[in-house]
């Protein structure tokens, strides 16, 4: 997963025609690290979007802009939209992950 580094690289990302998923997380997050433990099966198995993650807590403007409240969030964004938000709460295991894709396809 590609880290996000600048506000403008995040609105160049989402712009694309294609779907991106966007992690918001931070270094300080258990729940994040957690994450990190079993998402890397998941976006192999996911190829057909981009994966980046971003740092809440660098990007407070781009999180609160997006509604993200908690973290780890997944978000998808296309064509500059977000389409798909997946909250933290319901980010904690590899089954949850994976219906939330199957439920945006």
Not at 32 to 57: A, G
Not at 69 to 86: C, D, Q, R, W
Request: glycine share 2%; hydrophobic share 35%.
């Amino acid at each position: 997963m590609e880290e996000i580094k600048s506000k403008e690289q995040f609105e160049e990302i989402i712009s694309g025609s294609s779907p991106v998923i966007v992690k918001f997380e931070a270094d300080w997050c258990p729940d994040c690290k957690r994450m990190d433990m079993f998402i890397d099966d998941i976006v192999e198995e996911n190829s057909q979007y981009t994966w980046y993650e971003i740092d809440r807590d660098k990007f407070p403007e781009i999180a609160e802009k997006n509604a993200v409240m908690g973290i780890p969030s997944l978000l998808i964004f296309k064509n500059g939209e977000k389409t798909a938000h997946l909250h933290s709460a319901n980010a904690k295991s590899p089954e949850q992950v994976n219906e939330f894709l199957v439920s945006v396809k």
